[in-house]
């Protein structure tokens, strides 16, 4: 009796390792090692993200590899990773791929962001129109003059953070509506470089996520990088100091910040394993308060606008 008590005891604790080993791999949704894919542009925002989910997770190994858009959602596509951080949703086609394999992935709104237009301190033109910045970025305007008559910059020097960014990405799809950007366009590796090239540069138009241009030394989120200057962006056709907003955290709330995607956390975990645990903490409280500090929208969450008005 006691020796077929003993087998089936030892049979259970079998099946129950054997349970868990196909439930993840080892991992459980607090523990394990697990990659994951992030455009670069949102690298900021993830290491933040990942040193707090790391201490209150020990067991828990993460590695993030910043790259690009195009780069982030091949790697969910081959099942490299199983968690990647993007500008966009994945399309039906990428959907349909992963349904030929019996995968339902999710894209989860995880933040409220958009893309900052930036210039050198020399130029003295902080206005832009939507309109003006699409035919500059299909190569119908190509100097400061034909924007501004009084210019004396000479050809625009448009800069971007990668060639697979989702920075691009959008640009093409909600700026040009499909229609190819011109040929003169420049891509550097990362939104970094594109600011270090516009400090040093009186010609140029940076073009970078909006989460890069604030200023770290600023809890309140009311300036930007001091070694550049942010446009403000009208959807108007002609834009004017009332009507032209810059990427503050309460205009891309409320979306009267033109240039404003949103940001998804694309995630293909069956076994509900440390994917779903780094998904559950991102949309979390904790998770998104890290996102209201680093100057964008938390998705998630609540968020309180209070207006400023200067007593004199």
Not at 99 to 128: C, Q, W, Y
């Amino acid at each position: 009796m006691k020796g077929s008590l003993l087998g089936c005891v030892c049979l259970l604790l079998a099946l129950v390792s054997c349970s868990q080993k196909q439930a993840g791999d080892g991992q459980t949704l607090y523990s394990g090692s697990i990659k994951i894919a992030v455009d670069e542009s949102l690298r900021p925002i993830m290491e933040e993200e990942l040193q707090v989910y790391l201490a209150l997770t020990p067991e828990a190994e993460v590695t993030p590899i910043y790259c690009s858009e195009v780069e982030a959602i091949n790697l969910l596509l081959q099942d490299s990773v199983r968690l990647a951080i993007a500008n966009r949703r994945l399309s039906d086609k990428e959907l349909a791929s992963f349904h030929t394999r019996k995968f339902f992935p999710e894209s989860i709104r995880m933040a409220v962001s958009g893309i900052a237009l930036i210039t050198n301190l020399e130029n003295e033109d902080s206005l832009i129109t939507v309109g003006q910045f699409r035919q500059i970025l299909t190569g119908k305007v190509k100097s400061w003059k034909e924007l501004y008559p009084t210019s004396r910059l000479g050809d625009l020097n448009v800069v971007f953070d990668n060639p697979n960014s989702g920075t691009i990405h959008y640009a093409i799809d909600s700026i040009c509506k499909g229609e190819p950007l011109a040929s003169n366009l420049t891509a550097l590796k990362s939104n970094e470089e594109v600011i270090e090239y516009v400090s040093k540069t009186p010609n140029a138009l940076g073009v970078i996520g909006a989460n890069w241009v604030g200023n770290a030394a600023d809890s309140t989120h009311l300036t930007f990088n001091e070694s550049v200057k942010v446009m403000s962006v009208s959807n108007s056709g002609h834009a004017t100091v009332g009507n032209s907003y810059k990427p503050y955290q309460a205009y891309l709330a409320l979306r009267e910040y033109p240039l404003v995607h949103d940001v998804f956390i694309l995630i293909n975990d069956p076994r509900s394993a440390l994917p779903t645990g780094l998904m559950t903490f991102l949309t979390s409280d904790k998770g998104q308060r890290i996102i209201l500090k680093s100057g964008i929208v938390p998705a998630t969450q609540p968020v309180r606008l209070v207006n400023v008005k200067d007593e004199f």
